[in-house]
Nanobody, 121 residues
Framework: QVSLVESGGGLAQPGGSLRLSCAAS????????MGWYRQAPGKQRELVAE???????NYADSVKGRFTISRDKAKNTVALQMNSLKPEDTAVYYC???????????????WGKGTLVTVSS
């Protein structure tokens, strides 16, 4: 089994910064991509940013230029640096690991439980 544990959420003022971290643990043989999604109240979960093992990145238009995703492939961790935060960034942020190959289990996608980010003055 694979466990994803997020940390770093909390309260920030508009214009402020937060850094989210996520660590994947388990008998992981290969992992294709890691990323962050978010879900605001009453809205669907949406992609925020993802980073593949090859180094390709994909950002939501709403966060381009403000958020930066980074990954440590050796440690199976991913971080999201969020700058110039806006109230509309308020959401539960979820870490996701794509196409994770686990010993004796096979390949699948895994989600963390989420961490709340609130942007408010």
């Amino acid at each position: 089994q694979v466990s994803l544990v997020e940390s770093g959420g909390g309260l920030a003022q508009p214009g402020g910064s937060l850094r989210l971290s996520c660590a994947a643990s388990g008998s992981i043989l290969r992992l294709y991509a890691m990323g962050w999604y978010r879900q605001a109240p009453g809205k669907q979960r949406e992609l925020v940013a993802e980073l593949t093992s090859g180094g390709s990145t994909n950002y939501a238009d709403s966060v381009k230029g403000r958020f930066t995703i980074s990954r440590d492939k050796a440690k199976n961790t991913v971080a999201l640096q969020m700058n110039s935060l806006k109230p509309e960034d308020t959401a539960v942020y979820y870490c996701k690991a794509d196409r994770v190959t686990v010993a004796t289990i096979g390949t699948g996608d895994y989600w963390g439980k989420g961490t709340l980010v609130t942007v408010s003055s």
